[in-house]
């Protein structure tokens, strides 16, 4: 078995799974327990678990609940597809291209007959992961503090400003209709 404080890289043995449970940065192969990231070994004998705390920067990953900042790159009539730029809150970003989708019966808490009117291609949303474990990852935007954060006018790509249930270009007026998130131009994009 491995001792506690050591550095160990990913597939090093640190252990069998008789004497402990595989923890935060390793896996369980073959009865044995070894190590998923590099860092320094963690031996709970309470709870009888090996586990290793990174030394190196690990990206983030996306879990149910959580809140993303995301681009729509593509509208189908059912379905917004979504780079997934950001978890809210988190410092670092996602490692290469995750993406969502938005369907329509997830985009309000009621019923949506055009997901052309809550959303358009460009568009900043933050939404809330309910399936993580999809590909595409699986996102809904029913919520007050959920919806887009931030969108340019169709006209003239100048930045539109919340206007009753829509919203404004500064420069044209144009109005258009948006499922606009109370955190609209606050938040962080």
Not at 10 to 32: R, V
Not at 91 to 108: C, D, F, T, Y
Request: hydrophobic residues 35%.
């Amino acid at each position: 078995m491995t001792e506690e404080g050591k550095f160990v890289t990913p597939g090093e043995s640190l252990g069998i799974s008789e004497e402990f449970m595989p923890g935060y940065g390793t896996y369980e192969e073959d009865g044995s327990i070894f190590a998923a990231v590099s860092g320094t070994v963690k031996i709970d004998m309470r709870d009888r678990s090996l586990s290793v705390a990174p030394k190196v920067s690990v990206p983030p990953e996306i879990h149910d609940g959580d809140i993303i900042i995301g681009k729509i790159w593509e509208m189908k009539s059912q379905l917004a597809l979504v780079d997934i730029l950001k978890i809210k809150g988190v410092e670092r970003g996602l490692p290469g291209n995750v993406r969502g989708a938005l369907h329509i019966s997830k985009a309000r808490a009621g019923y949506v007959s055009d997901l052309s009117k809550e959303f358009t291609i460009g568009d900043v949303i933050a939404a809330r992961v309910v399936d993580a474990g999809r590909e595409p990852v699986e996102l809904t935007t029913a919520g007050r503090d959920l919806g887009v954060v931030k969108a340019f006018c169709s006209r003239c790509g100048a930045s539109l400003e919340p206007f009753k249930r829509g919203l404004r270009c500064v420069e044209c007026r144009n109005v258009e209709p948006r499922n606009v998130s109370d955190i609209y131009g606050k938040g962080e994009v």
